[in-house]
């Protein structure tokens, strides 16, 4: 396996444990199984010993996603954010209801840096339509615990567009989350995908808030932008020198190892995805061979247009050199006329109205590449 | 066979009354096919003619009746293949007129019989479908008999179904339609009714000999046409091709040429000896102009040359298709198309369609008009593209409709004409129940969507045909519909002025429920020059972003982008704007297909 001539900076590991699974999600997750975190986490170190080859001396960053990577068996989760490399960033996702006192001051002693908090909303009618445990108050003394603990970087993650929020309802989750103060606020429209039982319950509410929900991503930008928070990627708010730099690393196009079921990582021109079934992981790595993998070659003009596809969700522009293969000239021009893309010396950024469009725009101004798949 | 022992005759009906049936039993009587080979309209060979139940292409078939060689000329029998009907017709010394005794004469029976009187036929009238309980003989002999002039009692009363009369028919035909004329010892000449394409063996000519006889193998000459072969092989239908080694004067059959090149035998071409033939052709047909224009566009561009060799070939089997190149910035390159009427667009788009497997853009039918521009220049305008917006006076088709209906339907008719800017020439009773009405109308009302509202307001029962009858002036306007500015000229129209505003009203309307939001507003309008008449907005989107993207994210992502880009290029483009194919097929059905 070809490693980046300067190694991998950025650790991803998934830990897929959850107490119940919400009805929304569509992350890879294992519900109820309260036993079997050590046998996981071995496996886990197992992995990383096996591509220890691929990271650099340094690592930057480390995230600790899920699941709920809180939900995990404390001894275990500490074991395992010892053994971890060292970083001057080391994330983990929690649910708030799993955030105690101990809990905190355990991440806290364990290295961890900064905490992303799942709290979607502070409505318990809307979280209960999204089947989240936690209500508005355990989020607001889940967030409390982790400053009392030292943590002076949380993030709070909200969802707006859920089936009976009104535009009235989102103002005021906005409202009770800007009131915490975090350093981050990750936002993001409800994802409900066609078939899901989440659809079969709520599409016909869906259908009906369409409407109003077109103004809610307006609404999301710039209510935050007003309490002074930054928009530095499409769904991505922050103060000032707080963006999440694990996921600044994704967006511009570094390499990245990821360990644990279902989780990914792209390694110079190969991509690869872990099989999501937790035996197979398990059996694979306790015999000393890699897990099950799915394997993409990603050549270079597609890395190019994956860079420019994540560059423009950032507010900085993103230099013409790296991306100018992907981009199509006439496109450009098009959407240079509509205001919709800014052209800078060297470099291509969107304009405020062309990031809300960034899909359709991305779409239009990437150049046709045969999309490759190896398997 | 000498000439005294043929009869060449062909069968003039109505859409359903029988004809093809009739063609079957005699097929049967005269032991032509055994029973074994024998379906259902057996002289219908193209798939869209059994569906319909109607006849496209004429035919011709040879059967032997005591003694004698009847060649019966099967012709279409819609009012758009006149033409047809009256190639076949030359070839011909008589007609049946076929009409079902339930339902009496029809629009088209009579504009047939008209036809045939007019190219000098003997008419032998049949009153078929007697074994009907709704049948009434007597009433339709009647009819038919003060059509044509006839002793009621001379007229056949036959059931094609059961075969009751059919021999009685085939009896009429040798005693009354008279052997053909002409000298078997002149040199030879042909005409040719009517030609197919086979993919194998080139363009097959269907000729009727005049004089003298051909022989296999022989170099043949196209006088006008001035092109040379060799006749592969001669033959006549049966129904299907058998080879004979000459073709003798009067009788019916084929030439397969081995011509590769469609356009180097036309229909209504005389053939004759390439040596020592004859020095003048047979009088040729009439030349017939289309009547209805519309534009046929691939709907994916690349298919624009499998457009042009399937109209190539089409053209051959119907030599009153007319075409010629166009390019439309909506819809890319395709082709201008004139047909005889509406159901003859129909039927080439069906065929291109069926036989060819293309999938095609159809734009809104018009008429040709004829535009005098203010410097006195006169012009042939086709398409509503081509429309100057400025001019002097333009003139345009009007046609002289005749529709029989019963009594009752009468005053919906005469709405419908009046709305229609229809003048009232005549009415007259064809008997205590059923009524003629002769309005003058302008064709371009026809056009659109006339059919449907004929139908729907006499609950079907209307039968209606027309006449070209020249060209008069009209109050017609040029109307444009705008996408954010710019016009979609697949979508322009002529029409009366009048009709400007509910016509436009309903494009701009229905293209604002088809075209997607953009990422910007887009006005969608109608003008006549650069006065508005109706507009609509596309708001522009206000989002279009994929939620969250992380590492794990990133090839679905971008997948996803790849997919959207695809979908993009099958748009076409109108200015910045981009149409689904979809939107142009629903606006073009609203305007098109209401019929």
Known sequence: ?375 | MPLDRIRNFSIVAHIDHGKSTLADRILELTDTLSGREMREQVLDSMELERERGITIKAQAVRVLWKGRQLNLIDTPGHVDFTYEVSRALQACEGALLLVDAAQGIQAQTLANAYLAIENGLEIVPVVNKIDLPQADPDATAAEVADLVGEDPARVLRISAKTGEGVADVLDGIVERIPPPEGDPGAPARALVFDSAYDQYRGVVAFVRVVDGSFRTREELRAMAAGTRFEAEELGFFSPDRRPTPTLEAGEVGYVVTGLKDVSRLRVGDTLTAAHGGASQPLPGYKDVKPTVFAGLYPTDSDDYPDLRDALEKLKLNDASLFYEPETSQALGFGFRCGFLGLLHMEIVRERLEREFDLDLLVTAPNVAYRVFTATGQELEVHSPADMPREFDRVEEPYIRATTIVPKDYVGSVMELNNDRRGSFDHMEYLSEERVLLSYDLPLAEIVYDYYDQLKSRTKGYASFDYDVIGFEEGDLVRVDILLAGEPVDALSLIVHRQGALPRGRALVDRLREEIPRQMFDVAVQAAIGSRVIARETIKARRKDVLAKCYGGDVTRKRKLLERQKKGKKRMKQVGSVEVPQEAFLAVLKLDGDKR
């Open chain 1, 1 to 375: 396996m070809k490693s980046a001539p300067q190694g991998v900076r950025h650790l991803y590991v998934h830990l897929p444990f959850c107490a119940h699974r919400c009805g929304y999600c569509d992350f890879v997750t294992l519900v109820g199984k309260r036993e079997g975190h050590g046998a996981y986490v071995d496996a886990l170190l197992a992995e990383l010993e096996l591509e220890r080859e691929v990271l650099a001396e340094g690592v930057e960053t480390v995230f600790l996603g899920g699941g709920t990577p809180t939900f995990t068996e404390p001894r275990e989760l500490a074991r395992l954010l010892d053994s971890l490399p060292r970083a001057a960033e080391v994330t983990v996702e929690a649910n708030p209801e799993t955030v105690t006192p101990q809990l905190a001051s355990l991440l806290r002693e364990s290295g961890v840096t900064r905490v992303s908090l799942g709290a979607q909303s502070f409505d318990p009618r809307l979280l209960a339509v999204l089947e989240r445990r936690a209500g508005p108050d355990d989020v607001r003394r889940a967030f409390y615990h982790l400053r009392d603990a030292g943590f002076d970087n949380i993030s709070l993650d909200l969802i707006y567009g859920i089936p009976g929020q009104g535009p009235s309802d989102l103002e005021r989750d906005l409202a009770a989350a800007l009131a915490l103060g975090p350093e981050h606020l990750s936002c993001y429209e409800l994802e409900a995908k066609p078939g899901t039982r989440f659809v079969h319950a709520w599409g016909a509410e869906l259908a009906r808030q369409e409407e109003a929900m077109e103004g809610y991503f307006e609404q999301v930008v710039e209510t935050i932008v007003a309490a002074g928070y930054r928009w530095y990627e499409t769904a991505n708010f922050c103060r000032e020198g707080r963006q999440a730099g694990h996921n600044m690393a994704y967006w511009l196009g570094r390499d990245y190892l990821g360990l644990g079921i279902g989780a990914v990582s792209t390694v110079g021109e190969l991509r690869w995805r872990n099989a999501p079934k937790l035996a197979p992981y398990l059996a694979a790595l306790a015999s000393g061979l890699r897990p099950p993998r799915e394997l993409e070659q990603l050549d270079g003009p597609t890395r190019v247009v994956e860079r420019l596809m994540l560059g423009l969700r950032l507010d900085r522009p993103v230099p013409l050199a790296e991306v100018a293969g992907a981009v199509e000239p006439g496109a450009l021009d098009r959407l240079e006329r509509l205001g919709l893309v800014q052209r800078t010396v060297g470099s291509l950024g969107l304009t405020r109205r062309g990031r809300f469009l960034g899909g359709g725009v991305t779409a239009e101004l990437i150049a046709e590449t045969p999309a490759k798949d190896y398997n």
